[in-house]
């Protein structure tokens, strides 16, 4: 069988091969595409989850999924406090997709839409795309949770594939239906990551003095219910107790600005010159 498999392989892999060089690739991408091709057959990650588990019930399927992203319930913040069923929600929500070395993943300063978490494989952080790699993300790691909450918050760091990588993607579209039916999970977890979101950036060089108040109503909006209804007065009401809490973040994070400020500046003064 797994003789068939490699057959069926090569006959794809010499199909693409022509069909790429008939359009007049160069060489060295179609040598990229055939070692992708390979990558996916020596471990079985042709098919998608979905096709993977199609003929399982549903019972196995979410054990299968829970027991794959068991690392992401203890390392993400975010799925700490939530309970063990709107977790299971949304780990069944995750889709899989596999990178190439050297791919981008995300991109600076583009608005996202999803975040990742690294099943297999690692990623480089580059504060610019030339420049010297900040830190390496290895299996465990997640990025781009920041989007899921800020929809029009730009990524703050390139990411690129330093081997291949096989990631689990959640998009705020998925993650909102997850959540329809845990308002009080939702909560929490916009709270937590918007307090991450809050520390990473009071480490950073460039820091916005208000967090962007604006976008999480929208999103919050959107996902807890419309104005008129009772579930949209319910909704203004949880809406108000995160904006509160957003705005006490806010101060709290302004506040330690000016206080680093000062101390650079004082350090600066009795510097000798």
Known sequence: ?????????????????????????????CEKVARYQGFLTAFGLEKSMDELTSNLSPGLRNEIMMNLFKPLLVSAPFFKEISHNC????????????????????????????????????????????????????????????????PRQPRSAWIRAFSFCVLAKLTRENLSRALIAYPDDEEKMIETIIRQSAVSVSHKTSIPKKLDKEALSTIARKTLGRPGTPEGSAAEAKLTNIEAALERLSTDVCDRISRLELAVRELQVGRPG
């Not at 003789?3 to 359009?23: D, I, P, V, Y």
């Not at 990742?116 to 997640?142: M, P, Q």
Request: net charge negative; proline share 1%.
């Open 87 to 150: 977790a299971e929600k949304i780990l069944v929500a995750f889709t899989k997709v596999v990178y190439s070395p050297g791919d981008i993943i995300l991109r600076r300063d583009d608005v996202g839409e999803e975040m990742y978490f690294i099943l297999r494989g690692e990623a480089d952080v580059l504060a610019d795309l030339d420049g010297e790699v900040l830190s390496r993300k290895t299996v465990g790691d997640f990025f781009g949770e920041v989007s899921l909450v800020f």
């Open 1 to 29: 069988r797994n003789g068939q498999r490699w057959t069926q392989h090569m006959e794809r892999m010499l199909s693409t091969r022509s069909a790429l060089k008939f359009l007049g690739c160069e060489e060295n991408l």
